[in-house]
C-alpha cells in the first residue's frame, strides 16, 4: 500500500511538469460486477452499474501511460415485482447492497492505432449502502438503512477499437473500449438480504462483514478531446 501511495505522488509530481503534459481523455462504461470469494457467500447476485473516467493526461510519444480518476456506481440485487396497484413491472432496488466509488486510475498503452491493448492500476475507496422500506399495516412506512466504506486496489487489461476518428492524430477519435478487472476490497459490513424480517413494526435483520474482492467486465467509450 505504502508503494502504491508513492507512485501516485510521483505521477501527481510528473503531471506538474509542463514538458510531458498530454492530451487528456475520457471513458464512460457499462459495468458488470461478479461478487468474489467471501463476498460472493453473502452476497451472490450479480452487480450492474456503470462508471466515467477522466484522464488528466494520456499516453503519448512523450510518456507511455495515461493517469486520471474515475467514479463508479454498481448494485448488488436489483429485482424486477409486480405493481400491485397497476400490474405494471417495476425494478426495485428495495435490500440491494449499493456501491459508489472513486478511485485513481493509471493505464499503460500504446499512443497510436486502431486497435489499442492496454494495461492498468486502480487504487480508491467505496461507499457501501443500502436501504429498504416496509409499507405497515396502517399504510404508513419504516425505512432501513445500512452503510459502511471499504478500500479498493486492483489490476485490468482491456482494448481500444477506433470507432470514429484518425488513429494517429487522437484529437476527436473515439474508441469503443472492452475492460476486464479484478479489484481486492477490504473488510466492510453490509446488509444480509435474507436476514431481513418485519415482524409488525419491528425490523429484525443481520450484518455479514467479509472482504470485497469483485471481478468487473465493462464495455463503453473512450473519446479523446
Avoid: C
Avoid at 29 to 43: G, H, I, Y
Avoid at 169 to 178: P, R
Amino acid at each position: 500500500m505504502k508503494r502504491f501511495a508513492f507512485l501516485i505522488l510521483l505521477l501527481l509530481l510528473t503531471i506538474l511538469q509542463d514538458d510531458i503534459f498530454s492530451q487528456p481523455s475520457a471513458s464512460i462504461n457499462f459495468t458488470t460486477a461478479f461478487p468474489m470469494n467471501e463476498f460472493s457467500e453473502f452476497n451472490g447476485d450479480v452487480g450492474y452499474g456503470g462508471n466515467l473516467e477522466l484522464y488528466f493526461f494520456s499516453p503519448s510519444d512523450k510518456v507511455p501511460y495515461g493517469f486520471g480518476f474515475e467514479l463508479g456506481y454498481v448494485s448488488y440485487g436489483l429485482h424486477f415485482l409486480i405493481d400491485p396497484y397497476s400490474n405494471e413491472l417495476l425494478l426495485s432496488a428495495n435490500k440491494a447492497n449499493n456501491v459508489t466509488s472513486a478511485r485513481l486510475v493509471f493505464q499503460v498503452a500504446p499512443h497510436t492505432g486502431s486497435i489499442r491493448p492496454y494495461f492498468e492500476t486502480i487504487f480508491g475507496g467505496s461507499y457501501i449502502f443500502s436501504f429498504t422500506e416496509f409499507e405497515l399495516y396502517d399504510y404508513s412506512t419504516m425505512s432501513l438503512w445500512i452503510d459502511d466504506w471499504t478500500w479498493n486496489y486492483g489490476a485490468g487489461i482491456g482494448m481500444k477499437f477506433l470507432s470514429a476518428g484518425d488513429p494517429i492524430f487522437n484529437s476527436g477519435s473515439i474508441y469503443v473500449d472492452l475492460k476486464v478487472r479484478y479489484m481486492f476490497g477490504t473488510s466492510a459490513a453490509y446488509l444480509d438480504r435474507e436476514s431481513v424480517t418485519l415482524y409488525g413494526d419491528f425490523v429484525e435483520y443481520s450484518l455479514a462483514e467479509t472482504r470485497t474482492d469483485v471481478i468487473t467486465a465493462s464495455i463503453g467509450f473512450y473519446f479523446f478531446f
